[in-house]
């Protein structure tokens, strides 16, 4: 696994002497563009033992890997000042899982210097600092670029940012496509809620569906329509130490019940969400949701503008956006999905809306993420596909031709008879689906999405 690394530089170290904490920072890019050293947030947290309980669990959830658990996996959470809130943000080792922590406004007291994101690593000092956060406690943080600072009666703990991991990026761009296809399933209440999941299996790869009756979820062994499929209910026990602060649980997922699901549990103040891919085995960053967007240089050319757009806001409003850039309302959200390929774009399920966020990837990074893409270009610039119809097209591979039906999506290779199109279209239907957009010349909107296959995975 491949990470992008980039070198920071520091004017001195972070210190706390007399009381007073002078944090370091490197360079980052905020809402008045980059600066050496920036500051983006400093202050209280008022509710300081669910905030330490949440950042820990994000924390946890990164160091985790629920498919096959081994020790020495470590990652560095994600943490963005979008004004009126905090987001933290973290991938499981396996992929699999997305955890965030949004610490909203009433749970903030302090003050907002600027905008912007960083990744930090939460190691066992200052694990150990969180976990002996009280409810009486104060809890200062201090947020900047390149560093988290965690403030607590003990003394202060600084952690240094550190490289972003490839799949974590792949990862950040599916949640958001996938999530925001989601419906809220369910609502509970906090007793409810803390009932429901004290009552989950204890079997951690354990696989069922919580199905809505009346105020609470009922557990079922099989699909139920209006079910939620929860498959590897162990990565949910992130949630446990929550618990004695729940005000509420929300449950999120496609209509038909299957597939991926996402659990939103209300803290004072903020919000812990959970996004867990359809089986325990399967990581979010091999879906291939995003390749519909991400095929046509007409959706490139959008993001182009879209992006100059964003300005760190907490929620992203689809109509302002067209209004702004002059885009039809589905240019834009598929604009917002080839920039959630850069890490800027993720999806708040609770808000129904996008929200931005900067990572330290370009454009050429991303690309080489996406194998069944560049696949796919590659297919077309070598003249392998021959189309035959409005529907309709011919792609020659090592393997034989392949017979592509462009709207729906269908193939006869291996992949499309493994998936059928659950995990993103194979790349000859993204070449075919390519080709007649070249053919069409694109006017009022993007080419259609693309698929992988099973080559594209050797």
């Known amino acids: 696994m491949t990470s992008a ?15 007073h904490l002078g944090l370091s920072t490197s360079g980052g890019r905020t ?10 947030f400093s202050g209280l947290l008022t509710q300081a033992a669910p905030a330490a309980t949440g950042l820990l ?7 985790a890997r629920y498919h096959r658990p081994q020790p ?16 933290f943000e973290s991938f499981s080792a396996c992929g699999g899982v997305y955890a965030r922590l949004d610490v909203l406004g009433p749970a903030l007291d302090g003050e907002v210097f600027d905008r912007g994101t960083t990744n930090v690593d939460v190691n066992n000092p200052l694990r150990e600092a969180l976990a002996r956060v009280g409810g009486r406690d104060p809890l200062h943080v201090g947020v900047g670029p390149d560093e988290l600072t965690v403030t607590t009666l003990d003394g202060a703990v600084v952690e240094k940012k550190v490289p972003l ?12 496509v996938i999530a925001s296809g989601f419906d809220l399933r369910a609502e509970l209440a906090g007793p409810q809620a803390v009932r429901f999941l004290r009552g989950l299996p204890k079997r951690a790869a354990a696989e069922v569906w919580a199905v809505p009756a009346g105020r609470e979820l009922r557990l079922s062994e099989r699909a139920v329509p209006g079910g939620v499929h929860l498959a590897g209910v162990g990565r949910l026990a992130t949630m446990m130490p929550s618990l004695r602060f729940a005000k509420a649980l929300r449950v999120y997922g496609p209509a038909d019940g299957s597939g991926s699901s996402a659990w939103e549990l209300e803290l004072p103040g903020m919000r812990y969400t959970l996004v867990l891919s359809p089986q325990a085995w399967r990581g979010f960053s091999g879906e291939g949701a995003v390749l519909d967007d991400l095929s046509s240089d007409v959706v490139a050319g959008d993001a182009d503008l879209v992006g100059i757009l964003l300005d760190f806001e907490p929620t992203l409003e689809l109509g302002l956006l067209a209004e702004r850039s002059g885009l039809a309302p589905e240019r834009v959200r598929a604009s917002l999905t080839q920039l959630g390929t850069a890490g800027r774009v993720g999806y708040d399920l609770f808000e129904a809306a996008h929200f931005h966020r900067e990572l330290p990837y370009d454009r050429d990074h991303v690309a080489a993420l996406n194998p069944r893409l560049g696949s796919a270009r590659a297919l077309v610039a070598s003249g392998a596909v021959r ?20 709207a729906e999506g269908s193939c006869t ?21 390519m080709a007649a957009g070249t053919a069409d010349a694109p006017t009022t909107s993007p080419a259609a999405p693309a698929t992988l296959t099973r080559e594209d995975a050797r």
């Open 5 to 19: 690394v980039q070198a920071y530089s520091y004017a001195g170290p972070s210190t706390l002497s007399d009381g």
């Open 31 to 40: 809402t008045t563009g980059f600066l050496d050293h920036p500051r983006f």
């Open 57 to 63: 669990a994000v924390a946890d959830v990164a160091l």
């Open 72 to 87: 020495g996996f470590t990652r560095d959470p994600v943490v963005t000042c979008g004004g009126d809130r905090l987001r």
């Open 165 to 176: 991991p490839d799949r974590w990026l792949r990862g950040f761009a599916e949640v958001q």
């Open 387 to 406: 189309l035959t119809g409005p529907d309709s097209a011919e792609v020659t591979t090592g393997g034989g031709v392949r017979l592509v039906r462009t």
């Open 413 to 433: 290779c291996p992949w499309w008879y493994d998936h059928r199109g659950s995990r993103g279209p194979c790349k000859h239907v993204l070449a075919a689906r």
